[in-house]
């Protein structure tokens, strides 16, 4: 009988749909690989409340204003399920927010869009968060299990979180003429960033083999994207909102709805630093940083002490 | 659970956060965060873990107290286990007239 190596018993592993745990041996690129992609998607949580967090001071009723606060509180703590399960590959919190900050790891572009209107709020819960739903819902089953679990949480709240978008369109789009000219004004800006979320095509993504192969990433960028116009195109409907693409137009033969070209360099100097708030979120966010560490800082101190003072109590 | 971390040197410690969902039910591992002490442990658990009443009985533990078991020694751990089917009711055969045991 041969001994299976390492790599064999992981790949068996693999193949047999079980689930990868963090003491379990694994290659260093799935573990980098899984690094970037799960911090990636934590730190996209954390920076994907400033677009919104714009909006509560000034939401139009005391319900909008619940909804959203409980909305950006959810993004807080999805960030926060992924951070603790990015942390169990052997990475630090401490590190993962220096790569945030310092611009060596990315966050979803879309976040570097500016939410100019009360419309946009609707737009982000029904593009941004349907699209990253789409984007998601196969992660459930990914190989990685403390990925696999945090992503079956964010995914049970995360549908609210498009419903109470598509309602505040719903609302714009039945309101008066100014109302569904706001509406439809966000749709046209926010259609194609979301599109851009799932990524670049997939003839421009070569990794793409290797982590389905791993089962860290279940559908191609195409895929996922194809699935989304089909899904929204029927909503836009019921919206009575028109396409922002004015060549969507539905394929017989191939059951799914064609579209226009994305603006892939828009996309590129997007993610390269030069949209139009990226340097906007990132000072924000280390603005927040730096200035809650005395607030870090007195908390420890505090519990330090008290725990000495407990353990004096104890030895006297 | 983690192992081998490259603690941060001002961070908070690591938490392990068990919930009890309902009364009758085990506590049972839900995720981790980071507080300064047990008490913060518990208030953070509650509203990163419990924000849609998931929860009735929260504890916590600091990871660094969890001692695990080896996977690569599982093997030799549960070998003891492995030959023993006469544990399981199925492996006994009744006779057809005996419906209900």
Same mark, same amino acid.
């Given at each position: 009988? @041969?001994?299976? #190596?390492?790599?064999?018993?992981?790949?068996?592993?693999i /193949?047999?749909?079980?689930?990868?745990?963090?003491?379990?041996?694994?290659?260093?690129?799935?573990?980098?690989?899984?690094?970037? +992609?799960?911090?990636? *998607?934590?730190?996209?949580?954390?920076?994907?409340?400033?677009?919104?967090?714009?909006?509560? @001071?000034?939401?139009? @009723?005391?319900?909008?204003?619940?909804?959203l606060?409980?909305?950006?509180? /959810?993004? &807080?703590?999805?960030?926060?399920?992924?951070?603790?399960?990015?942390?169990?590959?052997?990475?630090?919190?401490?590190e993962?927010?220096e790569?945030?900050?310092?611009?060596?790891?990315?966050?979803?572009?879309?976040f570097? $869009?500016?939410? @100019?209107?009360?419309?946009?709020?609707?737009?982000?819960?029904?593009?941004?968060?349907?699209?990253?739903?789409?984007?998601?819902?196969p992660?459930?089953?990914?190989? $990685?299990?403390?990925?696999?679990?945090?992503?079956?949480?964010?995914?049970?709240?995360e549908?609210? *979180? +498009?419903?109470?978008?598509?309602?505040?369109?719903?609302?714009?789009?039945?309101? #008066?003429?100014?109302?569904?000219?706001?509406a +439809?004004?966000?749709?046209?800006r926010?259609w194609?960033?979301?599109?851009?979320?799932?990524?670049?095509?997939?003839?421009?993504?070569?990794? #793409?083999?290797?982590?389905?192969?791993?089962?860290?990433?279940?559908?191609?960028?195409?895929?996922?994207?194809?699935?989304?116009?089909?899904?929204?195109?029927?909503?836009?409907?019921?919206?009575?909102?028109?396409?922002?693409?004015?060549?969507?137009?539905?394929?017989e033969?191939?059951? *799914?709805?064609?579209?226009?070209?994305?603006?892939?360099?828009?996309?590129?100097?997007?993610?390269?630093?030069?949209?139009?708030?990226?340097?906007?979120?990132l000072? #924000?966010?280390?603005?927040?940083?730096?200035?809650?560490?005395?607030?870090?800082?007195? &908390?420890m &101190? *505090?519990?330090?002490?008290?725990k000495?003072?407990?353990?004096?109590?104890?030895?006297? | 659970?983690?192992?081998?971390?490259? !603690?941060?040197?001002?961070?908070?410690?690591?938490?392990?956060?068990? =919930? %009890?969902?309902?009364?009758?039910?085990?506590?049972?591992?839900?995720?981790?965060?980071?507080?300064?002490?047990?008490?913060? !442990?518990?208030?953070? !658990? %509650?509203?990163?873990?419990? %924000?849609?009443?998931?929860?009735?009985?929260?504890?916590?533990?600091?990871?660094?107290?969890? =001692? !695990?078991?080896?996977?690569?020694?599982?093997?030799?751990?549960?070998?003891?286990?492995?030959?023993?089917?006469?544990?399981?009711?199925?492996?006994?055969?009744?006779?057809?007239?005996?419906?209900?045991?």
């Amino acid at each position: 009988m @041969t001994v299976p #190596t390492f790599q064999e018993h992981f790949d068996s592993l693999i /193949d047999r749909e079980v689930t990868i745990e963090p003491k379990d041996w694994m290659p260093d690129d799935y573990r980098k690989t899984l690094i970037r +992609q799960i911090s990636q *998607h934590a730190h996209s949580e954390i920076i994907g409340m400033l677009p919104e967090g714009n909006w509560i @001071t000034r939401a139009p @009723t005391l319900r909008r204003k619940a909804v959203l606060l409980a909305k950006v509180q /959810d993004e &807080a703590g999805h960030g926060l399920y992924l951070y603790s399960a990015a942390e169990t590959l052997g990475v630090s919190r401490d590190e993962l927010y220096e790569q945030l900050h310092s611009g060596k790891a990315k966050y979803s572009s879309i976040f570097n $869009y500016p939410t @100019t209107s009360w419309a946009d709020i609707g737009a982000i819960g029904w593009l941004v968060d349907g699209a990253a739903i789409m984007n998601q819902v196969p992660l459930c089953r990914t190989s $990685y299990g403390p990925y696999a679990r945090a992503m079956v949480r964010v995914c049970k709240e995360e549908s609210f *979180h +498009q419903r109470q978008g598509f309602e505040i369109m719903l609302t714009l789009a039945k309101g #008066t003429e100014v109302q569904k000219k706001m509406a +439809q004004d966000a749709f046209n800006r926010w259609w194609w960033p979301s599109l851009m979320m799932f990524g670049p095509p997939d003839a421009e993504s070569p990794n #793409t083999a290797q982590s389905v192969r791993w089962r860290i990433k279940r559908l191609t960028n195409d895929e996922l994207r194809q699935k989304f116009i089909d899904v929204t195109v029927e909503q836009a409907k019921v919206l009575g909102l028109d396409m922002p693409d004015k060549d969507i137009k539905w394929n017989e033969e191939r059951g *799914h709805y064609d579209s226009g070209p994305i603006n892939w360099e828009e996309f590129k100097n997007v993610v390269k630093g030069n949209g139009p708030c990226n340097k906007q979120r990132l000072d #924000t966010r280390k603005k927040a940083w730096a200035e809650g560490e005395w607030v870090r800082d007195a &908390a420890m &101190a *505090h519990a330090d002490k008290r725990k000495a003072r407990q353990q004096a109590a104890k030895a006297a | 659970m983690t192992k081998d971390i490259k !603690a941060g040197k001002n961070e908070w410690p690591l938490w392990e956060v068990f =919930i %009890r969902s309902k009364a009758g039910l085990d506590h049972k591992h839900a995720g981790s965060l980071h507080a300064a002490d047990a008490e913060m !442990a518990i208030e953070n !658990a %509650r509203d990163v873990y419990t %924000r849609r009443m998931e929860g009735v009985s929260i504890w916590v533990v600091e990871s660094k107290n969890i =001692i !695990a078991s080896d996977p690569g020694e599982s093997e030799s751990l549960y070998e003891p286990a492995n030959d023993k089917i006469y544990r399981h009711p199925t492996f006994y055969n009744l006779p057809e007239e005996v419906k209900y045991m």
